[in-house]
């Protein structure tokens, strides 16, 4: 605050002073007062209303510099009560109390917000697992079933219910990794892993779904390590596998899994994992969206009963594990995602 701002601020104040000053000096010399006498009295009150207004100043700078400073600097708006000193002026004393009562009521608020959500969170992970358990019963019945099913017609139906049944188990897992996806670095082990053993186990994860569809699976060049965590990776490439699955073309469908190594020697260097099928294709105006929430594009309004919920999942899982992501797509022709996986291990753990 500046000698300037506070005198223009404060001319309500000091400029009646001012005018009552220059009537004395009036009023003395109309009177008949020596003009010395005069001069000096009009100077004396002059110069104590230049003291008071100096002394105020002083007194009220440290505060209102403080607050200017904090509030237009990056500090978190909730802690300026914390980085001020308490002023011993009142106008000062009221201001602090008030930004100090709006900083621990939006504390407070915050706090409950992350209570509630933790409560929320923990309660689907709960809900999950319990409802996994029937899932399970649910498998081994009908494997039991179709042990006994006696023709080819109860065999089919039976495998359209088990169908369906993982199709309800991938749902559960949807909604337990998007709850997880708040808070990665709670359940995330970073370790050296070959892209061969992640993309074979997210194959035979899959491979109901990748047999139901006659998808065939193609890899090449994937013997290369990565840093990541086995579980949500497991994940990622099963959304994307399934995304697959879920377009696939009608004739001779494919998924092919391949990888190489990109800036190698550089601060970039990273290995690139490359999904890419032979499916419908994504048109150029639906690609920028594709990793948008809800998100389903004109394929998905085709009777594809898309959620536009597992790429928008993969997106969001990337970037908490800071594995670069991109699609890249020719309508009629196929879909492409690549997945960047940094060889700076030190990068998942900033």
């Not at 010399?29 to 104590?48: D, E, K, Q, S």
């Not at 899932?135 to 169908?163: K, Q, S």
């Not at 879920?246 to 990109?262: C, G, M, N, W």
């Amino acid at each position: 605050m500046t000698a300037r701002a506070y005198l223009r601020d404060t001319v309500v104040s000091w400029a009646p002073l001012v005018a009552v000053d220059a009537l004395a000096a009036f009023i003395l010399t109309v009177a008949g007062v020596n003009p010395y006498i005069t001069a000096l009295v009009t100077l004396l009150v002059f110069a104590g209303i230049v003291a008071a207004f100096a002394l105020s100043f002083m007194r009220k700078r440290a505060f209102f510099g403080d607050l200017a400073r904090a509030t237009a600097g990056d500090a978190e708006p909730r802690w300026v009560a914390e980085t001020v000193a308490r002023p011993d002026f009142l106008e000062g004393e009221l201001v602090y109390d008030v930004v100090h009562a709006i900083a621990k009521a939006a504390s407070d608020d915050e706090a409950a917000c992350r209570r509630q959500l933790m409560e929320y969170r923990e309660y689907i992970e709960t809900w999950v697992h319990e409802a996994k358990s029937p899932l399970a019963a649910a498998h081994l019945m009908l494997e039991n079933l179709e042990e006994r099913a006696g023709d080819t017609l109860g065999y089919e139906r039976i495998e359209a219910v088990g169908d369906e049944l993982r199709r309800v188990e991938g749902f559960i897992d949807q909604a337990l990794f998007y709850a997880r996806s708040e808070a990665v670095e709670r359940d995330y082990l970073i370790r050296k892993y070959r892209l061969t053993s992640l993309v074979n186990a997210a194959i035979k994860a899959n491979a109901p779904s990748l047999i139901a569809a006659h998808v065939a699976p193609v890899v090449d060049g994937l013997d290369l390590e990565v840093f990541t965590d086995e579980k949500w990776c497991a994940f990622i490439l099963g959304q994307i596998i399934q995304n697959s699955v879920k377009y696939a073309d009608a004739e001779q469908p494919t998924i092919s899994f391949s990888a190489r190594l990109v800036d190698e020697g550089l601060a970039t260097e990273a290995v690139e994992l490359t999904v890419a099928d032979n499916g419908c294709g994504v048109s150029e105006a639906d690609l920028p969206r594709v990793f948008e929430k809800g998100f389903t594009g004109e394929n998905g309004r085709t009777g594809k009963r898309s959620t536009g919920i597992g790429l928008y999942l993969v997106k969001r899982l990337c970037d908490k594990m800071g594995v670069g992501i991109s699609a890249s797509s020719v309508q009629g022709e196929g879909f492409t995602v690549t997945l960047r996986f940094s060889t700076n291990k030190f990068q998942y753990f900033e």
